[in-house]
């Protein structure tokens, strides 16, 4: 099957830097990538859905200056969080498809801790 | 609009007996749903999906899932636990518009030996 994987895995920060977080289709081309968040003992929630080539869509409550995405290439999307705060900190996962009616397949997820 | 209502927080089972996990959707459209397993600290594998085909879904690891339209529902069954099963699971459906996934609130399936 379609397998996606994540970099890294988990990450701890100081407060006020910026984490890079990369999800690649290691197998098929994703035309588009999405990125969810998940706080502990809660469900995913969508944070933005990102074309290769376009400018992401965000969710509505989600700061797009904070948590910057780019989907340059058809298998890689970055999500950066800037300026991390204690309340970034979160499981963070992305999904990949590579057409409207096929399956979204997910990444492993990351782990972020702000200090 | 949609959204999707997992009915239980948690659920516990014996090892070799029936698994019940329920769900309710709401949608405007045709829904495709979907059921997806996490383990601790895990992404998501998809268990099996829905899409307008036959109503009742064989998936993976023994599950499966009947939709019924009438009732709005798309229950998970498993006929025996194993103790592999123990994850939380989550039932999901799509925005048929923009095919992002609305997540249910998650089931938390423990399997007592």
């Known amino acids: 099957g379609a397998v996606v994987s994540q970099h890294p895995s988990r990450v701890i920060c100081k407060s006020g830097t910026s984490v890079k977080i990369e999800c690649r289709s290691l197998?098929?081309?994703?035309?588009?990538m999405f990125w969810y968040r998940q706080f502990p003992k809660q469900s995913l929630m969508l944070m933005a859905t990102?074309?290769?080539?376009?400018?992401?869509?965000?969710e509505q409550g989600v700061e797009k200056d904070k948590f910057l995405i780019n989907h340059a290439s058809l298998t890689l999307s970055t999500l950066t969080v800037t300026s991390a705060h204690p309340e970034d900190s979160s499981f963070y996962i992305c999904?990949?498809?590579?057409?409207?009616?096929?399956?979204?397949?997910f990444g492993p997820g990351t782990r972020l801790l702000v200090l | 609009a949609q959204s999707v209502t997992q009915l239980d927080s948690h659920v516990s089972v014996s090892e070799g007996t029936p698994v019940l996990l329920r769900c309710n959707y709401s949608?405007?459209?045709?829904?495709?749903l979907f059921w997806y397993v996490q383990h601790p600290n895990k992404g998501l594998q998809l268990l099996l999906k829905?899409?307008?085909?036959?109503?009742l879904v064989k998936g993976i690891n023994g599950f499966e899932a009947e939709f019924k339209k009438s009732e709005t529902s798309f229950h998970l069954t498993k006929p025996s636990a194993h103790m592999s099963d123990a994850a939380e699971y989550f039932c999901?459906?799509?925005?048929?518009?923009?095919?992002?996934?609305?997540f249910g609130s998650g089931t938390r399936l423990q399997v007592q030996p």
């Open positions: 999904s990949a498809r590579n057409s409207p009616k096929e399956t979204q397949y």
């Open positions: 197998d098929f081309q994703a035309t588009t």
């Open positions: 990102s074309n290769e080539g376009s400018k992401a869509t965000y």
């Open positions: 949608s405007s459209y045709s829904p495709s």
């Open positions: 829905y899409t307008s085909a036959a109503t």
């Open positions: 999901v459906v799509t925005d048929t518009g923009r095919r992002a996934l609305t």
